[in-house]
């Protein structure tokens, strides 16, 4: 198995970046497919962003596309969401995720195995 910590959250105004980071040990990193998801208070957990095994295919939510760009290392078994330009409606926690064989279907949570504990993202305007 792997265990996912993220970092890297934090309050900010809109139009502002932040740069979220998932460190993984455990298991070899590159067997898995990675995401980023989020929840909103009130809110079902959502798919952000996703990056394929070799880091060759990457994958966005509408929401942020051309704003947030997702990668990975795999040396350093880490992969970085960043975020820009955000938005008051970019609140929520962040999770970072690992699944054996997530692709083709990237944005469904229930494909991911392993979660990360979160990181809260909070932009104000």
């Known amino acids: 198995q792997v265990q996912l910590v993220e970092s890297g959250g934090g309050s900010v105004q809109a139009e502002e970046s932040l740069r979220l980071s998932c460190a993984a040990s455990?298991?070899?990193?590159?067997?898995?497919?990675m995401g980023w998801f989020r929840q909103a208070p009130g809110k079902e957990r959502e798919f952000v962003a996703a990056?394929?095994?070799?880091?060759?295919?990457?994958y966005y939510s509408d929401s942020v596309k051309g704003r947030f760009a997702i990668s990975r290392d795999n040396a350093k078994r880490t992969v970085v969401l960043q975020m820009n330009s955000l938005k008051p409606e970019d609140t929520a926690v962040y999770y970072c995720?690992?699944?054996?064989?997530?692709?083709?279907?990237?944005?469904?949570?229930?494909?991911?195995?392993?979660w990360g504990q979160g990181t809260q993202v909070t932009v104000s305007s």
């Open positions: 455990g298991r070899s990193f590159s067997i898995y497919d």
């Open positions: 995720a690992a699944g054996v064989d997530a692709g083709p279907f990237y944005n469904n949570a229930r494909l991911y195995n392993y």
């Open positions: 990056i394929s095994k070799s880091g060759g295919r990457t």
